[in-house]
């Protein structure tokens, strides 16, 4: 049975103290991995889509990378407005069937 | 360009009572799909529509119903609600193969 945890389902760090977030998966035919950031109140909104094992994206502070058992969002210097939940979610089987994990909320507190 | 549009935004419903949920897309998006949000248990797929014409189960599907009437619209139907069914409801929309999904901005539900 496909699975993916994300952890820590929590995280506070003060302003500017770097971090990681991770995404483990054991999910059968995986497609591409995908990050998401959501903020209160509002629908998950697209960060990055990583394909295979070795694969790392950027956006500002952020960082995504990909083995071939999890995902990690590093997070370099982060600032109270990238406080949110962060989720993970995989694309698998041949019928464009997406999936997400619980989640990381992130607080940054200055 | 709208994107993904949900309608409604709030929804106040009594037990045993219908609704259908409306999503459509701008974006020429072949797949399309609803998901529930409830705290603690994040996101999870009730319906999904890789095209237009076909619709599959996801992962909580139990109580609702979907029709594709085309490719832009992706409707979710509650036909005798429960209060077990509130929840924060998100319709997305995917363009093609290994592609991302976009969202809607989400509907309130509350059943009472």
């Known amino acids: 049975e496909d699975q993916v945890t994300q952890s820590p389902e929590a995280l506070r760090l003060q302003e500017g103290e770097s971090s990681s977030l991770n995404c ?6 995986l497609r591409g991995l995908f990050w998401y950031r959501q903020d209160p109140g509002k ?11 070795g694969e790392e994206k950027e956006k500002e502070r952020l960082k995504a990378t990909l083995t071939k058992k999890e995902s990690f969002l590093h997070i370099t210097a982060p600032k109270p407005e990238d406080s949110a939940t962060y989720l993970c979610a995989w694309l698998s089987g041949g019928y464009q069937k997406v999936t997400f994990g619980i989640g990381t909320k992130l607080q940054v507190i200055p | 360009n709208a994107g993904v549009t949900q309608t409604p935004k709030f929804q106040v419903l009594k037990t045993g009572q219908s609704m259908t949920l409306q999503c459509a897309q701008d974006m020429n998006h072949n797949s399309m799909y609803w998901y529930r949000q409830d705290p603690g248990m994040g996101l999870r797929l009730i319906y999904y529509s890789a095209s237009e014409g076909t619709t599959d189960k996801g992962e909580v599907p139990n109580g609702y119903n979907v029709s594709r009437l085309n490719k832009r619209e992706f409707s979710l139907r509650l036909e005798s609600a429960a209060p077990s069914q509130t929840s924060v409801y998100f319709c997305a929309s995917l363009e093609g193969m290994n592609t991302e999904a976009f969202f809607g901005q989400g509907t309130r539900l509350t059943v009472v």
Do not use: D, R
């Not at chain 1, 483990?24 to 035919?29: A, L, P």
């Open chain 1, 43 to 53: 629908g998950p909104e697209f960060l990055f889509t990583l394909y295979s094992a």
């Open chain 1, 24 to 29: 483990s998966y054991t999910v059968s035919g």
